[in-house]
């Protein structure tokens, strides 16, 4: 990263081998070998992980990204929840791995983009820049390997209640976070019973007619926009809606989130895109690992 500091004369500058003797070791590691192959796509969109929140599934985004190489991933906003962790500091360990592991892709060629969001908006100073391999910017173009141009935007621009109704969108994001709450400790009776993963937050959601309208509005909008810009199509988070719709000649595609649904974008090496539940696979292969558990052997009666 190019930087105007001028030297003062006086500190000695630092060798190659001292910058390179500065790189955390961690970054040098190898990787454990693993009993699955990783996944090889072209490009991977995530957004709305909201690291430093207690709704944040870190374990299993840790998993996702620990199964996949790819060229290019784009963080699209709301990656470190600026908004919680104003109000009382929390992150734990697994917040700090999957950090380390986006850096670690940076560092290994992944050529890594955060778009910043609304809840990490105190990052927007610095878009232009460069920190640990990872690009700020506030939205870019991203072209697929068909040739198609995506306008890459976090979203909160074209929802009307943050831009226009800044506390309404906090008292909204208040009540929101008592849901997501109310998710963990669903998550955690579930896992009592050995059930998998599943997001009171995302049912209650889909099941409320206006947030299904708000939901379609912000669509449109947002569809508008890259069309006046004459890009192709738009891929988006913020909504916490894995989505990819036909509006008129865009194509809309969201991501989804960490908090909720566990969902992100790829493209593979022809330009095709698609919504990759991560979830969803977390307990298939649960489902088989269960269904080829071997049967214990029934004790003999005695005679």
């Given at each position: ?11 000695p ?5 001292e ?7 961690w970054?040098d ?9 990783k996944?090889?796509?072209?490009t ?9 929140t ?9 998993d996702f990204?620990?199964?996949i190489e790819c060229?290019?991933l784009?963080?699209?906003?709301d ?33 890594v983009?955060?778009i910043?969001?609304?809840h990490?908006e ?6 232009g ?12 173009i ?10 890459v ?11 226009y109704?800044?506390?309404l ?23 009592q ?9 995302s ?27 004459g ?28 908090v ?5 974008l ?28 071997p ?9």
């Amino acid at each position: 990263m190019a930087t105007n500091a001028k030297h003062d004369g006086k500190t000695p500058f630092k060798s190659a081998a001292e910058l390179v003797s500065s790189i955390p070791a961690w970054l040098d590691l190898p990787e454990p070998r693993g009993f699955r192959p990783k996944r090889k796509y072209r490009t991977v969109w995530i957004s709305d992980v909201h690291l430093g929140t207690r709704g944040c599934n870190a374990a299993m985004l840790l998993d996702f990204l620990s199964a996949i190489e790819c060229e290019t991933l784009y963080l699209v906003g709301d990656i470190v929840d600026g908004w919680r962790l104003s109000k009382g500091w929390y992150w734990p360990d697994a917040h700090n791995e999957v950090v380390r592991r986006i850096l670690k892709m940076a560092h290994r060629g992944t050529r890594v983009i955060l778009i910043a969001g609304n809840h990490d908006e105190m990052l927007r100073p610095y878009a232009g820049m460069s920190f640990g391999g990872v690009e700020l910017a506030l939205d870019t173009i991203h072209e697929t390997a068909d040739g198609r141009r995506l306008l890459v935007t976090h979203g909160d621009g074209f929802d009307g209640v943050v831009l226009y109704a800044r506390w309404l969108a906090f008292l909204g994001d208040k009540a929101y976070s008592v849901l997501l709450r109310a998710n963990v400790w669903v998550n955690m009776i579930r896992r009592q019973f050995k059930m998998p993963y599943w997001s009171l937050s995302s049912y209650l959601k889909k099941r409320v007619k206006n947030a299904v309208q708000f939901v379609c509005d912000f669509e449109e909008a947002v569809a508008h926009a890259a069309r006046d810009m004459g890009v192709d199509g738009v891929v988006c988070g913020h909504i916490h809606c894995a989505e990819i719709r036909q509006i008129g000649d865009i194509t809309y595609y969201n991501d989804g989130d960490w908090v909720e649904s566990c969902t992100a974008l790829v493209e593979d090496q022809v330009g095709q895109i698609s919504i990759l539940d991560w979830a969803d696979e977390t307990r298939r292969a649960a489902a088989v690992k269960a269904a080829l558990k071997p049967i214990p052997a029934l004790e003999e009666e005695p005679a």
